[in-house]
Every structure is written in C-alpha cells, then in structure tokens.
C-alpha cells in the first residue's frame, strides 16, 4: 500500500518538481530539481501563507496572545480540509508511541503541525520563537510564561515540518528547551530531506521519526502515480545520487544559464550571483 502522504504532497505542490531546463534555486546559491514546502500540506500555498501571515502578526504582538490567535485558525483548517486533517491524525498516531510529557514547536512552519497533535494528544504545548523566549500553553488552551509551567524534568516531542540539518534544533529549539530545566526527548517530523538532520538529531539524544523521507522511491512512486513524467524523475535521480554534480552537468550544458538568471534581476539574480562568488559554478558557465 502507497503511502497516502506522497500523494498529498504533491496534490497540495508541498513538493514541485521542476521542468527539464528550469532548476530551482536554493537559498545557498544551489540548484536542484525540487523543491519543499511541507506547509503547503495545509491545504495549499494560499491557505498555508495566510496561516504564515497570521504567526507573523501574532509573533509581534502579545506572546501570551499567540496560540489562540493562531490555533482558532488551524481549528477551523482541520475542519475544512481533509488532506490536512488527515495528516494530523498520521502525526498524532506516531506521537503516542512516544513518552513525552507535552509538545514543543519553533518559528514558524513547526507550528502547523505541533499545535494540533499536542491539543488531539491532550498535551501541552511549548511555542518557541526565533528569539529563544517560550510560552506554554496548557492542555486546556490556557497560555502562560513558560517559567512558572513547571517544566522542569519533563520531557517533550518536538514536532516539526521539514528536517534538514537540523540546524534550527541545535541552535534554537534544544537550548530553549533545557533553559527551562527540560528536555526534547523525541523528534517528529513530516519530510526529512535524508541530508544528515537523523544523525545530528540521534547524536543530540532526540532521534527523529519521520513520515515521509526523501529518498529515490518517494519520486518513483509519484511517478507511477503519475504525479512526475520520466524527465522528472531522471532529473531528480540525478541529484540524489549527486547534488553538486547535478548543478555542474546542468551549468556546462546550459552555459548561459547564469547569464540570463541575472538579467531577470531581484531574486533569480541573487541566487544566481550567491552562486558565482562561493564558487559553486565552473568555469566555463560563467558569464562573459
């Protein structure tokens, strides 16, 4: 039996794969032939950047303010999206397993998923911010300043949407979370990019469960669902088996391809100068 969440990220373009010719580019100044939104799994970009929106604002405003600001949200999303209610009952089946006394989540995308598994496994919820400040807010939905929670001992599941690196763990989420005399005893996470993140998480004593990780039988199963043609999946396979010499195979075979990224200008040119000046690019894709 498929797994029914390969299906739905592609269904929602939580995962897009790029046309033969049209990489995308990465924040690093990389190219690769897919890319990742696993917020998108929402219901869609629309629904899932209003939902962003709302965390920004919120955010800025009254911390103690902020769950149920954005938790009325998401309530009303799992009532109205089937592929996203689903999802978060996968995510809580795989949380009971776990032996965690409440859920933690980071800023932003991390809170599309730990706030509702936390409320369906009637846990509380830890909101971490980009700025290493916490609130809790118990299994009632009450908010407080995570001081005076009592958490000290206790244990959490930190559930998250993409697991890369897991740079944000290590330089944001576990500290928070000790400052407060507690732990992150457990990962969950909806994608994990298989790029090392497992490793770092087990080594950090929070080793990772994931339900979906990117490896060659993800893309070969979209595409017997016929959710990717053959080109895609040749241009994906391509790049797992070597990201770098995707990139440079695909800059020597398009040598005006950075070029003409930089005459678009804005954002294209960005990635495309970022490419240039860290060296990722060879020499003869260089523009003259």
Aim: aromatic share 10%; net charge negative; with cysteine.
């Amino acid at each position: 039996m498929e797994n029914p969440i390969i299906s739905w990220l592609f269904e929602t373009d939580a995962v897009r794969v790029c046309p033969e010719g049209q990489p995308f580019w990465y924040t690093s100044g990389k190219l690769g032939p897919f890319y990742i939104n696993t917020q998108f799994l929402y219901g869609s970009e629309a629904a899932a950047n209003s939902l962003l929106a709302i965390i920004e604002k919120a955010c800025a405003g009254d911390r103690l303010a902020f769950y149920d600001q954005v938790y009325s949200q998401i309530e009303a999303q799992l009532s109205s999206c089937p592929i996203y209610a689903r999802l978060i009952d996968l995510m809580t089946e795989a949380a009971r397993g776990f032996h965690a006394d409440f859920v933690s989540g980071g800023e932003r995308r991390d809170f599309f998923f730990s706030m509702p598994v936390a409320r369906r496994l009637g846990l509380g919820h830890l909101s971490i911010f980009k700025d290493l400040s916490t609130v809790y807010t118990d299994a009632q939905g009450v908010s407080m300043d995570s001081a005076s929670a009592g958490l000290a001992g206790k244990r959490s599941v930190h559930i998250a949407d993409l697991i890369t690196v897991a740079s944000s763990y290590v330089r944001a989420w576990i500290p928070a979370v000790r400052a407060l005399g507690a732990d992150i005893a457990y990962s969950l996470a909806v994608v994990d990019r298989n790029q090392g993140g497992g490793q770092i998480l087990a080594d950090a004593g929070c080793p990772l469960t994931t339900l979906v990780t990117v490896t060659p039988d993800l893309f070969e199963t979209a595409h017997r669902m016929g959710r990717i043609t053959q080109k895609q999946l040749d241009l994906v396979l391509a790049f797992i088996a070597d990201p770098d010499q995707f990139m440079q195979d695909f800059l020597l075979t398009h040598p005006d391809f950075l070029s003409r990224e930089i005459a678009k200008g804005g954002k294209n040119a960005q990635r495309a100068e970022l490419c240039i000046t860290s060296g990722f690019a060879p020499q003869a894709a260089l523009p003259r």
